[in-house]
């Protein structure tokens, strides 16, 4: 009986303690196409590579932390992935496919909520997506099973860097664009272990 409820005391904490529980409990927001993505105020940008930013009325955080966060997520992804670094962002960066990615500038970000309904070649549930033909992307600010804010912010910068829409490369971006998952570190902060 002891050790019953210890677990469910444990249980109880590991659930409170993701900010992103109550999505597991939750329908996915609606449908966001292409055209909604576009139709956003893009009246923001980020202080660092100028990436035209909409938020999104129900975003939880602030949109100082929004758009550091892109700043700081997007520059990691470019340090990992490339070995001209983080500063490929600022001008337009020829891909081994002969493909060129203009700068981070002509970007536009809608960030929303939560985990919305999509259009994507291979799920029909996004926590991000990248529309290539526009230079735009939707990302969540919390998706299921995530402990961080914009946890796709590198998996769909990867996408505008080369990776595939059907994730057929995936290898070769997984290290340096892979979201974080939940972890026991994330639950630290509620005092477990002291």
Do not use: W
């Given at each position: 009986?002891k050790?019953l409820?210890?677990?469910v005391?444990?249980l109880?904490i ?6 992103d ?8 927001a609606?449908?966001?196409?292409e055209?909604?993505a576009?139709?956003?105020n893009?009246?923001m940008t980020?202080?660092y590579?100028?990436?035209?930013v909409?938020?999104?009325?129900n975003v939880?955080?602030s ?16 340090d ?11 001008s337009d ?17 809608y960030?929303?909520r939560?985990?919305?309904?999509c259009?994507?070649v291979?799920k029909n ?11 735009t ?15 796709l ?6 996408h505008r860097?080369g ?6 490369n995936?290898d ?9 998952s939940c ?10 272990g002291?």
């Open positions: 009986m050790f409820s210890l677990f005391l444990s109880l590991f659930l409170s303690g993701c900010q529980v109550q999505n597991l409990f939750e329908d996915p609606g449908k966001i196409t055209d909604d576009l139709a956003q893009y009246n980020t202080p590579y100028g990436i035209q909409a938020i999104s009325d939880e955080a949109n100082e932390r929004i758009m550091d966060l892109l700043d700081s997520r997007i520059k990691d992804f470019l990992c992935q490339f070995f001209e670094g983080s500063d490929i962002g600022f960066y020829k891909l081994s496919n002969g493909v060129t990615v203009p700068p981070l500038s002509e970007l536009k970000i960030i929303v939560k985990t919305f309904e259009n994507a291979d549930i996004c926590g991000g997506i990248y529309f290539s033909d526009t230079d992307m939707v990302v969540a600010e919390r998706s299921i099973g995530r402990c961080e804010d914009l946890p912010a590198k998996h769909e910068t990867a860097y990776l595939n829409t059907n994730h057929s995936q070769s971006f997984s290290f340096c664009s892979n979201p974080k972890g026991f570190d994330d639950f630290l902060d509620l005092g477990i002291g």
